[in-house]
């Protein structure tokens, strides 16, 4: 299971670095202030705002009851002071990191002597905020078998229906030195509960069990639903307040974490302290856990396609090389024939060179597709044919070694594929008129692969397809990824998206592919389609619709429906097919066979377009 803390002495590292970087700034001074001969009580070391007044400083005899105690990863416990003060700013529980198994247990009551330190999750530079905590403890133990203080609840009253406040513009967007206002932030309400034990009663599930042995809740039933039980990310501003991951505390060889999908329950009381890590934030540490029910969510199938209707669909297939099971290559198989209907034109992303993430030069990949499309026969589909052009090597990004690329796969006995010329990796597309009617220099053939928009990153392929005498063009795309952005949770508000910048021009470079096909041809059918790692709502897709070249036919779907992936309880866009103007009347479907699901065959929902050209 991740730590969701580092085992590490440089906590006091950090520290120190925070308060030559400023992130703790002025927390000094406010110590000084604070030291009195009155005792240290936790709400003195939590503060008021995200950082504490006492960070950097010893404590002493630091008083309260055990909640929660961790034996593994980051391993320490939690202590909260049973008599609280009256400000609802201040937490009244904290983690005392021991960096080896614990000798307490819960329902000790403890004082412990030690530094106060803010600890980042994933360092200074991941935006993350930060943890206050109690580290190279000296702990004594004044009695056993106490009560616990009484959970706080975290239910749909509770969380503020806004999010977070905007970043202070002196502090660089941070808002560490903000007062917290836990009535009116939800973020505010959560920091406010750090290190708190805290309980939710029966809550909706809207992230499926992950390989962490976590999984995410939401206790707003009604924020944002989706159409199959999730909750939808719809915008910037649509952050869903009452999302909340959950893990345990009890090791899982002594207690399997249990198997959930999107819309499943979990219920009766879930009860622990309040952590905050760095894959997802706020994270409710169960103590007890509530007991899944299953919903009854299935997989998808959609329409198949009528005779006179073109069937175009993209997939991510995550990292597909013929190392992998056989397993994974028949359920791949099965979803394309079965759940996808068979596709006239299929757009891969994340095919792998034939030896995978082995990093010996190898950029072939032509047994991963002889493999895939044997399987895909084997499951009673088409006798796929492809097309797709070898990257070169260690030039495109994704896994080391694994030199992924996008591929069309068609079904010669319903479509055509237009050979022209076919380019290599840095040869570039163009676009030219014959007979009255656009055409490609070369098909397949990449799109600008010199621009630097392209450096580390997939080469949007475009080809010609021809389908009852209709030239078709499809270009298939899998954009930079979203790694280092800062998550929703972020110190920063809003937080910083740096991926955008690079997306932004890939998308510019695509849409201005799109407008020359266009400008020979204004009737021509284009589909821009692939993982484009990046929102309906995005400036990157904005910047591919730039001109009315484009449009991102997801937004034909319902709200409710508008998903392709599931990140922290959000169901997202990440995946997208984009339409030229003569393609009016389409039937679209995002179709649901792996994001809401602990048992994925890809992390991504592949999607359909069905028109006539």
Do not use: C
């Not at 999908?261 to 103590?287: I, K, M, W």
């Amino acid at each position: 299971m991740r730590s969701s803390h580092p085992r590490s002495a440089a906590v006091a590292a950090l520290v120190a670095t925070a308060l030559a970087t400023g992130l703790l700034a002025g927390s000094a001074d406010a110590a000084e202030g604070a030291v009195s001969a009155d005792p240290i009580r936790i709400h003195d070391i939590q503060g008021t705002t995200r950082i504490s007044p006492l960070a950097g400083k010893q404590v002493a005899g630091v008083e309260g009851i055990v909640t929660g105690v961790r034996t593994y990863g980051s391993r320490g416990f939690w202590i909260q002071d049973p008599n609280a003060d009256d400000n609802d700013a201040t937490s009244e529980g904290i983690f005392v990191f021991t960096n080896s198994v614990p000798t307490v247990a819960v329902g000790d009551a403890v004082k412990v002597s030690g530094t106060v330190g803010e600890y980042v999750p994933g360092g200074l530079n991941s935006g993350n905020q930060s943890v206050t905590q109690i580290s190279k403890p000296t702990v004594t133990v004044v009695s056993s078998g106490n009560a616990l203080p009484e959970a706080v609840q975290i239910n749909e009253y509770s969380v503020p229906a806004e999010y977070a406040p905007a970043g202070d513009p002196a502090a660089a967007g941070s808002i560490n030195g903000l007062t917290l206002e836990p009535s009116r932030y939800a973020l505010d309400y959560y920091e406010s509960l750090e290190g708190m034990n805290v309980a939710i009663g029966t809550s909706r599930v809207v992230g499926a069990t992950d390989p962490y042995a976590e999984l995410w809740v939401t206790v707003k039933g009604w924020e944002n639903t989706a159409k199959r039980g999730g909750t939808i990310y719809g915008s910037y501003e649509s952050q869903n307040t009452g999302r909340l991951q959950i893990q345990q505390l009890a090791p899982l060889a002594q207690q399997p974490f249990p198997v959930a999908n999107v819309g499943d329950r979990l219920t009766g009381t879930t009860e622990g302290p309040l952590d905050f890590n760095q894959f997802g934030g706020y994270t409710l540490v169960a103590r007890t856990l509530g007991t899944v029910k299953a919903g009854t969510l299935a997989p998808e199938k959609t329409k198949a396609q009528s005779p006179g209707e073109l069937a175009v669909a993209t997939y991510n297939v995550e990292n597909l090389d013929p190392s992998d099971p056989q397993e994974k290559f028949d359920n791949l198989a099965k979803a394309v024939v079965e759940n996808l209907a068979s596709p006239d034109i299929l757009a891969l992303e994340e095919i792998q060179d034939d030896n995978g993430a082995k990093n010996d030069g190898t950029v072939s990949a032509e047994q991963t597709l002889t493999k895939f499309t044997a399987a895909i026969a084997a499951a009673g589909g088409p006798a796929y044919q492809w097309r797709s052009i070898n990257p070169e090597d260690k030039k495109d990004g994704g896994e080391p070694g694994g030199n992924i690329r996008q591929v069309f796969l068609f079904n010669p006995a319903r479509v055509s594929f237009t050979d022209r010329a076919a380019g290599d990796a840095t040869t570039a597309n163009g676009v030219v008129r014959e007979n009255g009617h656009a055409a490609l220099t070369h098909s397949p053939g990449r799109i600008d692969p010199a621009n630097p928009a392209w450096v580390d990153s997939r080469k949007p392929l475009a080809g010609e397809f021809v389908f009852r005498g209709r030239t078709v063009f499809v270009i298939a795309n899998h954009f930079g990824s979203k790694g280092g952005d800062e998550g929703l949770t972020s110190h920063h508000q809003p937080p910083v998206r740096s991926s955008e910048a690079k997306r932004l021009l890939q998308a510019q470079a695509v849409n201005g592919f799109v407008k020359e096909i266009l400008a020979a041809d204004k009737n021509a059918s284009v589909l821009a389609l692939g993982d484009i790692n990046d929102f309906e709502f995005s400036a990157t897709t904005q910047a591919l619709t730039d001109g009315g070249a484009l449009y991102p036919a997801i937004k034909s779907l319902p709200k409710a429906e508008r998903y392709s992936y599931v990140y922290q309880g959000n169901a997202q866009v990440l995946d997208q097919i984009l339409t030229s103007p003569s393609i009016k009347n389409f039937t679209y479907d995002s179709v649901h066979i792996n994001a809401e699901f602990s048992v994925q065959n890809s992390d991504h929902d592949p999607q359909v377009l069905r028109f006539r050209p």
